[in-house]
């Protein structure tokens, strides 16, 4: 290795130090990033011939999904012993939702309403990345999602920025661990600003418009929670956000992510994001994309090489100062530099990375993360299953592995438990049914599970989906197994809310399973036999029908909101023919328990401005099974100085109710909880009345009123 003359020093000093002996070129190498071995991403070929050269020559400063450990080792080595300053490289990957070991997609990790759950999951998924030799995952993905057929809101953390903001928090701690040079650590990255989640029509890379407001409201604040919790990298996003591509977006990069948010770490663009900005039709040519994208404010690109091939060029020009330059080159060797890769480069490479994987505890956090996630959508009393009672079981998802998700980095297929295998593992006896032998061999049973589900690979990004029903076929056999008489359990595996508006009637019971990775046939089953009660509770609307779409909780009213005593009548905000309601609300999820709520009372009808109210609201578990609750409030603005939603997520407690427990639940209302963007666009509150709700989900809330004074 050559000698790091450097090391002693205080970091900044030593970066600084580092940087004065680096060439323009070597500069511009540290913006580049490469990707390596990975052979086609989002349909772009990658001609590896040139890397090692290029990392030879100092022209890379990271590499992007290379994970096999001869591979690492050798690249780095090869940065380090010869390259002329012998600066490390840093790996990034997508690790989404597990490296090794798959835990539930995002979506489904957000239905726990856990951040302590989340947190613990990153760690274990930290865990496995760490030891992999990578440093840095491109994860969490926080675009706020409101359009179910939108691939990637299964890597998303649903509909509501409150909930988001905190789970956000929770991946970028599990992840980051508060000191990146800790060998169990990795670089969290949240992605991607901005606006993504609003593409047109859920169409993959479409057109975004949405106004300011919303975008402060709702599609800033988990950004914003992750940049407060000390994430060290941003992803620009893919589209064009009012008029203006994502990643050329001065406004969004710099006077809003820098300026305002206060993010110091690394922004890196998408996937020849780019370059991209020549087809959105604002650059005519690699030079000026360089150019505008840096001077929106980029660090670190992508894939596509137009910093590296102009940035020079621009500087000679006079475009663009070396001081920016520096200062962008800075931040990346400041990363380096916290995760310890100049005191040790090879930071976990192991001969054998294996022993690491697919622990006995990781496996054992992936089950409880399944118990936690799954959401029961119906239940008329066929379920949890008799102990021991012969069931069958019926239909594709019985024994599919196929329920890992996209963006499963290295997780495979063949680690995954089944239901039929978690059945033989809990010896619960069962008949296998196919359609053939349906009718005959149920006669004797009270019970058909039938699991079904969309493929992993419907989702995720590049797939779109218009029509959210399972295929006619499983609808057919859903019906048919109705027709038996029995109860019928539906298990439903799927990367999105599905339309289930159909088959709901057929169903005596619906477990929704989203995609719940290795561990699924074994946490499904706990909840299935009622070991666990279900205690999931959707963070993402589930439409009556495609045609509701966007369908969300925190709406606004209209001027003619929907009048149930009058259906019928014309001139009110309506469908002629679709219910305005989605079929499960934000917030929805059944559990074993049976729950009143009831005594809902303020402890002062006013709230004034450096004082709290408290809400109080008693539980009783009605039910003959013990289940967590989570109760949820929401408040309304009765008037504002702009139109506020109907309802909005400002608080939830999770409690646990025994069978027959009766308890009080407290929350305690800030001043803080009524902030909004005003007319003038400051976020502060006015001297109003307001709803305070308390409720099982954003559905069913019943509703106090308070006077801020
Ligand atoms: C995705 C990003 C991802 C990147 C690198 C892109 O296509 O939009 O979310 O991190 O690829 O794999």
Redesign the pocket.
């Known amino acids: 290795m050559k000698s790091n003359t450097l090391k002693s020093s205080s970091p900044s000093v030593k970066m600084s130090a580092l940087l004065s002996q680096m060439t323009l070129e070597e500069k511009i190498g540290q913006l580049q990033q490469s990707a390596y071995f990975?052979t086609v991403?989002?349909g772009h070929v990658v001609d590896h011939s040139g890397t090692i050269e290029a990392i030879k020559a100092g022209r890379v400063g990271s590499v992007?999904?290379v994970h096999d450990e001869r591979d690492l080792k050798m690249l780095q080595k090869t940065a380090v012993e010869e390259s002329r300053l012998g600066i490390p490289l840093l790996f990034m990957f997508?690790v989404i939702h597990g490296y090794k070991t798959a835990f539930p997609i995002n979506l489904a990790l957000s239905n726990s309403w856990d951040p302590d759950l989340v947190e613990r999951v990153s760690r274990g998924v930290a865990y496995e990345t760490s030891h992999a030799g990578l440093h840095v995952t491109?994860s969490p993905?926080v675009d706020l999602v409101r359009d179910p057929r939108w691939g990637r809101v299964m890597?998303s953390n649903g509909e509501d920025p409150y909930l988001s903001s905190l789970l956000t928090q929770a991946y970028v701690k599990g992840y980051q661990q508060d000191d990146l040079a800790q060998p169990h650590a990795i670089a969290a990255?949240v992605?991607?600003f901005a606006g993504y989640g609003f593409a047109e029509a859920g169409r993959e890379y479409n057109t975004v418009d949405v106004s300011e407001r919303t975008l402060r409201s709702v599609v800033f604040p988990p950004f914003q929670a992750g940049i407060d919790a000390g994430v060290r990298m941003v992803?620009t996003a893919?589209n064009v956000i009012n008029d203006r591509p994502a990643t050329a977006n001065r406004w969004l990069l710099n006077d809003v992510l820098r300026d305002e948010m206060g993010f110091q770490g690394v922004i890196i663009s998408?996937?020849t994001s780019t370059e991209e900005i020549i087809q959105h039709k604002v650059a005519t040519d690699t030079k000026d994309v360089a150019y505008q994208c840096f001077e929106a404010g980029l660090d670190h690109e992508?894939v596509s090489q137009t910093f590296q091939h102009h940035l020079k060029e621009l500087i000679a020009e006079g475009k663009i100062s070396e001081e920016t330059l520096n200062e962008r080159v800075l931040r990346i060797l400041t990363l380096k530099e916290q995760l310890g890769l100049f005191d040790n480069p090879y930071r976990n490479f192991y001969e054998d990375s294996a022993q690491y994987m697919l622990l006995e505890t990781t496996k054992a956090l992936a089950q409880e993360a399944v118990e936690k996630t799954v959401v029961m959508l119906k239940n008329d009393d066929a379920l949890p299953l008799k102990p021991k009672q012969t069931v069958g079981l019926f239909g594709p998802f019985i024994e599919s592995q196929d329920v890992i998700g996209e963006w499963a980095a290295l997780c495979e297929k063949s680690d995954v438990i089944t239901l039929k295998q978690a059945f033989d593992q809990a010896k619960h006896p069962y008949v296998l049914l196919d359609e053939t032998t349906l009718d005959t061999r149920s006669r004797e049973l009270d019970t058909i599970i039938v699991a079904l589900g969309e493929a992993g690979s419907e989702a995720g990004?590049g797939n779109s989906k218009a029509k959210l029903r399972l295929s006619a076929s499983q609808e057919a056999l859903v019906k048919k197994a109705h027709q038996t008489g029995k109860n019928i359990v539906l298990v439903v595996f799927a990367g999105r809310p599905l339309i289930l508006t159909e088959l709901e009637p057929f169903a005596d019971a619906i477990l929704y399973a989203y995609q719940p990775g290795t561990m699924s046939g074994a946490g499904l089953y706990r909840l299935l036999s009622g070991q666990v009660s279900p205690s999931g509770r959707l963070t993402l609307t589930f439409p009556y029908h495609e045609g509701q779409i966007p369908v969300y909780y925190n709406h606004l009213n209209t001027g003619r909101p929907f009048d149930h005593a009058r259906p019928e009548y014309r001139y009110n905000s309506r469908f002629i023919d679709i219910p305005n309601e989605p079929l499960y609300p934000f917030g929805f999820g059944l559990t074993y328990g049976q729950f009143e709520y009831s005594d809902v009372f303020l402890s002062k009808d006013h709230l004034r401005e450096d004082d709290t109210v408290k809400v109080y609201v008693t539980l009783k578990n009605h039910g003959s099974h013990g289940a967590l609750e989570t109760v949820q409030l929401y408040i309304e603005a009765q008037s504002f100085s702009v139109s506020r939603p109907v309802n909005e997520l400002k608080a939830f407690k999770q409690v646990y109710l025994d069978a027959g427990e009766e308890k009080t639940t407290v929350f305690t209302l800030t001043n803080a909880m009524f902030k909004a963007f005003n007319i003038d666009m400051a976020w502060t509150t006015e001297q109003r009345s307001y709803f305070v709700k308390v409720g099982p989900h954003s559905g069913a809330l019943i509703a106090r009123t308070v006077q801020l004074t």
Do not use: G, I, R
């Open positions: 990975s991403v989002t992007l999904s997508d491109f993905m890597e990255c992605k991607h992803m893919f998408d996937y992508m990004e």
